[in-house]
C-alpha cells in the first residue's frame, strides 16, 4: 500500500487553451515543471497523470513515459471516479490531488498540507476551501476511503466532474482542515493558474526569471517579491476573471 502518491488531473482538451499543459518555458513543458516540484517532496511516493482514454492524450502516455512517472487512462467527465480508478490500480492510501494548470505551485504548501493531514485525525486538508492563496497554489489531500465514501453518496454531474466538492460541502460528514495563507502569501485576486493565453505568458516570464538564477524550485514568496518591483507584468492577466471563491480539485 502507497501512503502517499500525488495524482494529477490532466488533459489536453482544454476548452480555452487546448493543450496548454506541454506549452513550454525556458525549453521545458509546464508539466514538467509541476513533476519535478513533486518530485522534490519526500512523502511523496509515487506521481501519477491520471488522463482520459482519448486519442488526444496519448501525447501525456508519452510524457510519462519518458519523465519516469505512472500514469492511468480513465473517464473524461467523470473525473472522480477517473483519479479514484487511478488510486484503487496503484494500491494507495492518501490520495495528494493536484490539476496539472498549477506548474508553479509551491511544494513547500504541498509538504504544508500533507504535514497537516499527517499530524491530524482528519480525513481530507486543503488550501482552497476558500481561496487565500493566488490562484494556482491548490492542493488537497485525503484519503482514499473519503473519496469512495463521496462516489458512492451522490450521481450529480457536478460531483462527478469535480473530485473533492462533496468533501468540501459535505463538513458533517468528513472531517477535514482548510489551511489559511500567510499574510506575506494572502493574494486570492493573483492569477498564477494556466487558464488562458495570457496566463502562459505571465507564467513564461515567471519560470524564465528564476530559471537564469538557476532556480526552478522558486516559492510562492519568490513569485510575490518579484511581481512586487515589476508591476507591469501583473497587468498581462489581470483582466482576466479570478473566481476568489472556486474550490479545485
Known amino acids: 500500500m502507497i501512503k502517499f502518491a500525488a495524482i494529477i488531473e490532466a488533459r489536453m482538451t482544454s476548452t480555452r487553451l487546448p493543450g496548454k499543459i506541454l506549452y513550454k518555458a525556458g525549453g521545458k513543458s509546464f508539466l514538467w515543471y509541476l513533476v519535478q516540484r513533486l518530485k522534490k517532496i519526500d512523502d511523496i511516493e509515487k506521481i501519477i497523470i491520471a488522463t482520459t482514454t482519448n486519442k488526444t492524450d496519448d501525447v ?48 513547500n504548501l504541498i509538504i504544508q498540507v500533507i504535514d497537516t493531514f499527517k499530524f491530524n485525525k482528519v480525513e481530507f486538508v486543503s488550501n482552497n476551501d476558500f481561496r487565500s492563496f493566488p490562484d494556482g497554489m491548490d492542493v488537497g ?67 524564465e526569471h528564476f530559471k537564469k538564477k538557476k532556480n526552478i524550485f522558486f516559492c510562492c514568496h519568490e513569485v510575490i517579491e518579484l511581481l512586487q518591483k515589476k508591476k507591469k507584468w501583473l497587468k498581462i492577466n489581470s483582466k482576466e476573471k479570478r473566481n476568489i471563491t472556486k474550490e479545485v480539485c
Do not use: M
Open 60 to 107: 501525456l502516455i508519452k510524457f510519462a513515459k519518458k519523465n519516469n512517472v505512472s500514469y492511468f487512462r480513465g473517464s473524461e467527465l467523470n473525473v472522480k471516479k477517473r483519479v479514484l480508478d487511478a488510486a484503487k490500480k496503484f494500491k494507495v492510501k492518501n490520495i495528494v490531488g493536484i490539476t496539472s494548470d498549477c506548474p508553479i505551485i509551491d511544494h
Open 141 to 207: 489531500v485525503y484519503k482514499r476511503k473519503a473519496l469512495e465514501k463521496s462516489y458512492l453518496s451522490t450521481k450529480k454531474k457536478f460531483y462527478r466532474e469535480h473530485v473533492t466538492q462533496f468533501l468540501k460541502h459535505n463538513k458533517k460528514k468528513f472531517k477535514q482542515i482548510n489551511i489559511v495563507a500567510p499574510k506575506n502569501l494572502n493574494w486570492p485576486s493573483l492569477g498564477l493558474t494556466l487558464d488562458v493565453y495570457n496566463d502562459y505568458v505571465l507564467l513564461k516570464k515567471i519560470i
